[in-house]
């Protein structure tokens, strides 16, 4: 599988979508932060997509952010969060984050590309960056961020009957959005289309 992965992508810091559906510009320019939208400006962030590479199977690194988070508390995510001043790449960031966020060392991340590039309807531009993880790993949860980290096997997000649309109440209107349930775990939103993306390249 692993030849699969790194052939899905085009390299490290490679985005298979370059042009903004809103503004025609890059997509994923880095430093800076994007245009703006609905009258703010975007913040530029990144998050990472960790396959972890087991004996029995690679599997896919989430997180539960803890309740007392003020934005997207409780919800199912990627390591990852808004670039720092000192950050040259998102891929600096993404590593940054999974550091901070769950003790990931950026030794162990090989960086194989990015998904596409995504506009938040909470004002964020988020790349995601694809790395593969050699085992053993030993995280260290952020109390103050991340409740719970666990694993969803591959195998599972590339079943395309494992993914689905559902009708949710955001902001007081009603949205289609992404969701995968797994062991009793409700992901969906950005976290969910990303993983419906990754398991669209990689069964092509």
């Known amino acids: 599988m692993r030849e699969e992965v790194i052939g899905a992508f085009e390299g490290p810091g490679v985005s298979p979508n ?52 003020k934005s997207h508390s409780g919800q199912i ?4 969060g808004r670039r720092d001043t000192p950050d040259g790449s998102p891929e600096e960031t993404a590593l940054r984050e999974a550091e901070e966020e769950i003790g990931l060392s950026r030794r162990q991340v090989e960086l194989v590309g990015r998904l596409s590039t995504h506009d938040t309807g909470t004002g ?13 790993i030993s995280l260290v949860p952020a109390p103050a961020e991340v409740a719970e980290v666990f694993e969803v096997p591959l195998d599972f997000i590339l079943d395309p009957a494992n993914h689905t649309m559902e009708t949710r109440v955001l902001g007081g209107v009603r949205r289609e959005t992404q969701v995968m349930r797994h062991d009793g775990n409700f992901i969906w939103g950005l976290t969910a289309r990303l993983l419906k993306e990754l398991s669209d390249m990689l069964r092509r």
């Open 124 to 136: 964020y531009r988020v790349i995601p960056v694809v790395g593969l993880v050699a085992p053993p």
């Open 77 to 80: 995510s990627f390591p990852g």
């Open 18 to 69: 370059g042009v903004s559906p809103f503004t025609g510009a890059p997509h994923d320019l880095w430093p800076g932060e994007g245009p703006e939208r609905d009258g703010r400006r975007l913040t530029a962030a990144a998050v990472l997509v960790a396959l972890v590479e087991h004996g029995s199977g690679m599997t896919v690194l989430l997180t539960q952010r803890t309740e007392t988070l």
